[in-house]
């Protein structure tokens, strides 16, 4: 029975495999592209194993084994960078997510185009900002003298001014915000994308049958977008470690450096500067093998609950 | 702290400061006078520093180079110059290569033009890393911090052959024999020559590049100019000037409430708060460390945890609860503090000079230079009649990095004899002067000097790029140069320093009966290498990296002294919250580094009995 | 089975998108007990728009104003919408940098040659990854993911670059990024929310992959394939890391950005010029300043073409909506 099974399973591969010829020769040469750039300087993980020098090289170097994995994982400031790391990652993901759908959502509820139009343009540009312009002017606002506290003293909500950026708890939130502010509109442009995609005899319908805004929000938009936003999400899940270098190191300052720092600010200061590529490389493996597991995770999770999934 | 990050931002930004700020001092942009390039580069390996003083190289160096002066005069046809690239391991400014009249003339005198680039976006050692990478190697190489990995990795020509062919006696004789054996790299030879910090002649010593606590020369003049000498002085004429003056006016008429005394803490500039117990216990700039050698072998200690400290801090604590610091001190970047300053209400601070000097020009610009503004320095110690030496004397010669030639040059003696012709005191003069009648005239006595005109033409970006070539990075002098009159480096000009001052800092300079900066400050006057034969111990520390313990240690002390300092200032419960500084600091086992320090102190010690 | 019963009424709506948008505006009008609700939603949504612009405007605002403001005068603080001390100095500073031409010459080249092969390559590879029947396609999806989240960092990168011979050329900025995971799996996600009949239909007419992906897909995809486009096309402009890395040595291959971040390193420590006090003019350039005179320079051109690309995401779907 089960050697019948495989034989013809074989059989339906090889007639598969012909007819997908063209698939297949253009698979290969997308593996072979992807292997060249993209997996064959993983022979640079083997840094994470030695103690690297320019001078050596990956392949004279000095091979230490884990000796990095044990510094980095027996140093208490290094745990406290992958909470640092994970917990802003995962409020910029969960905020910029909804807040980038919801804008897309109710942008797409304004039908003239003459108003929609301007706003996406108005919403997309502080993308193009550097992380320097939008961290000075955000600290200009929230300063001692800033337009926030001037508005908290006018309306008396605060008798003295609050030093936002003395007070580790305000600052997973004010980097949050910042996020939100410069890329809300940028990343609103996928599901605008693919809000247009769907139907809009689905909306007509809809309103025939006397569906107000919200039902045809619920009903029929978000399911449309559906397959959109858990393939993102998955995705962005998978940087959920990347949560950041620049914006941590430019609003950060001594006083809450203990929520501030990063895993990317804390390679910075142990592995680049003190030129020790292999700490550095060793924080990245981390990382990726991370990513990694959470996307599996949360592909699996997906597909699981019958949804779109990545792979 | 004086971390190896701190080092490195510090090599980049200095770098470019020099690189700008030469420009800009000769240019008399800053009322304060230029920078002096020598102590710039010294305060590039970690504020560490000494204007120029006596140089034993000095009076050699002077007959060589006067021999030299004039054989340069044979013109290089355009055809005949050969076009050489360098990369500079520091950011700086690109000037209009090809197109800029005294890289011509210099080119025209050598043979050469050298197309210069230099580091964006990036560290030293990654730059570096990267060149090695791609093989390919500019003609000439300042590495920085890299110039050890392009050693190791033998893209470095030896100089030994061509020091001793005879070819170049400029270049010879820009270190004594004792000076070029410190560059000597594990397998004996030379391999690059650093450019800074070697004084010809006298040395003028106009300027102080380095750190002090920094005071608004309107607050001296409002007390009648004081005699300041200790810390609670300073706070106490502070006090006194921002009660009688709570409000100052910006450059637009405006009131503005005065901020008595800001402390920067951003990143690693964060150096403004925590290394000034070094200076008030009357040490110079070792950077990391105290050496103690009173009566007894030299002993390593550890400025952070002394009597001094403390009371350094708890004084900062104090003030800050009384409202002298600035409130926004711990949090306040590197542009906001800049910005502050120029505004004119902050009365003072402890800093760097190069970390703020550019607010001279905006002091200039505003006109609030008039109002007395500009800042002057004041070499406090903690305890009245101590002696201090927050100015160093003596030129420190660092031999980590320096301008190198690399295999992928075509033709090394044509390098080394431009790098030679550097040295000639009319290419010496063309670079860092300019051209006679049109970027400096001279008077009756022979002395160069510029007119306002001339000031503002040199500070114009579009001229310095068209015209002036400083070949920054390459072999130079400070001191006065072969006619024994003049500056080799405008700002270090006496006279053109002064003219250059504001009339409030000339005031200032009087009343006080002083001419230059480090004068006002009243350091012991002493030839550091002479004193102080381990000095700097930063040149060591600076090299610190993970693979030992003590650098571990180092690390983390950084890390640590960065988040508590600014807590301890504003705690309300300022000997409670110095007790948990005081555990956390021990956490990160200082006495690993400390005994590393000692380690290597003793061996300088030996080395220097031994030479 | 849900997909079929869109394609259905898909076809079934001949009508363009935009002429569907008024409609449906007319139909909701003639219900009067959703008036109200609709009413209080769009003055909601009307503030809630309002205040998004006001915020998000604000700091490109400001940057603008700035980067027409003396430098000097604009480190006092206080300048917010318009410039207090107009001046076009920091422009003209940026604009007379050596070789700002040449670079711009680059930047563009780079970003169209590298937009259009980024665009083919992503979209053929989707296609590949989106045909439901192709034997390797989860694997081949799986290779493609990890490469999001792995790399095997500078120096060996930099390495394999050299002996690739792509270092000191011009093809280091468009080959090596060529294929990217992320845009691979949008297009991917959209191609696979296109009606199969479509590509059913083709292949009984004897059509082979690549005819359906080129007639069938590809004129269905403009959307996507208008937002990948302005992601890659920014992804390109902007970047100057790569030209630091690989062709800083290379005069002839230096980017705009690249240009414009030696400037901007070197203008950090510029201190402002002091000509003020002689010739009694202002023209101070400071980081701030010159900063912001950069950043609009590298806005304009991706701005003026979003709209461009913008028109794509609004009238894509009406041309392949009614294709059987």
Redesign the interface.
Known sequence: MAGDNKKKGLAVTKKELIKQKVLVIWTVVFVIYGFIFYYLPLVGWLMAFQNYKNKTGFFHSKWVGLTKFKFLFSDATFLRTIRNTFCMGTLNLIFTTVMAIVFAILLNEIKSSKIKKPIQTISYLPHFLSWIIVTGILSDALSSTGIVNEILHNIGLVKDTVPFFSIPWLFWPIVTFAHLWKETGWNAIIYLSAITSIDPSLYEAASIDGAGRWDKIKHITLPGIKSTIIVLLIMNMGNLLNAGFEVQYLLGNGLVKSVSDTIDIYVLTWGISQNDYSLGTAAGIFKSVVSIAIILLANGAAKRAGEERLF | MK???VK?ILTV?MS??L???ML?GC????SAGGDDAGSSAAASDDGGSSDAAADDSAAADDSAAADDGAAADTEVAEGDIVDF?F?GGM????I?SG?NEIQDLIAKKTGVRLKE???????V??A?????????Y?DLIDGGDGCQ?LY??GALVAWDEYLESGKYPNLSNYYTKAEWDQFRQDDGKIYWCNVFQNTKGEPTGTTHNDEAFWVQARVLAWDNYPKIETLDEYFDLLERYAAANPTVK??NGNEMDVIPYTCL???WR?FCIENAPQFLDGYPNDGSVIVDFDGKDPTIVDYNTTETAKKYFKKLNEEYAKGIVD??F????Y??Y??KL??GNVLGMCDQYWDF??I???F???GLENEGCNYVPLGLTIDKGMENRWHTYGDTLNVASGIAVTTDCADPDLAFSFLDKMLDQDIHNLRFWGVEGVDYLVDDDGLFYRT??I??NI????YR?DHLCFYSYLPQYGGTSDDGKNANLPEEQPSEFFDGLAKPLQDCFSAYGVKTYPDMIGSVKEDVNATHPWFPMWSYSNNL???TEG?IAW??MG?TK??????VV?SSNFDAEWDNYMKAYADCKPEDFLNQMQEELDRRIEAKANE | MEENKNVLEVENNSETKASAGTDKVKITGSHKKMKGGDLAFNICNGIFMVLFCVITLYPVLNTLAISFNDGVDAMRGGVHLIPRLFTTENYEIVLALKGISRGALISVLRTVIGTILALAANALLAFIVSQKNFLFRSQLSLFWVITMYVNGGMIPVMILYKNLHLTNSFWVYVIPGMVSGFNMLVMRTYMEGLPYELQEAAQIDGAGYMKIFWNVITPLCKPIYATVALFVAVGQWNSWFDTMLYNRMADQYTTLQYELMKMLSAVTSLKGNASAATTGQTVNITPISVRAAATIITMAPIVALYPFLQRYFVTGLTIGGVKE
């Not at chain 2, 950011?91 to 690109?94: A, L, M, N, R, V």
């Not at chain 2, 960065?562 to 807590?567: A, C, D, I, T």
Request: charged share 30%; proline share 5%; aromatic share 4%.
């Open positions: 971390s190896k990050t490195k930004t470019a400061v690189a700008t700020g800009a240019g008399g942009g800053a690239t990369f950011p700086g400014t690109e209009n197109n680039t230099w580091l964006t976006g990036q560290t050692s990654e570096i890393g990267s060149i090695i990478a791609s093989g390919t500019p990995d190791e990795e910006d450059a803490c951003d990143d964060y409130k926004d711990g949090t306040q970047k542009d906001d800049i910005a120029s505004n000097m550019q001279n020009d905006s200039r610009n505003t306002p005109e000031r503002a500070s114009d970006p579009k790029a990296d993970t693979s650098g690390t983390k890390e960065h988040e508590w300092l600014p807590k504003m």
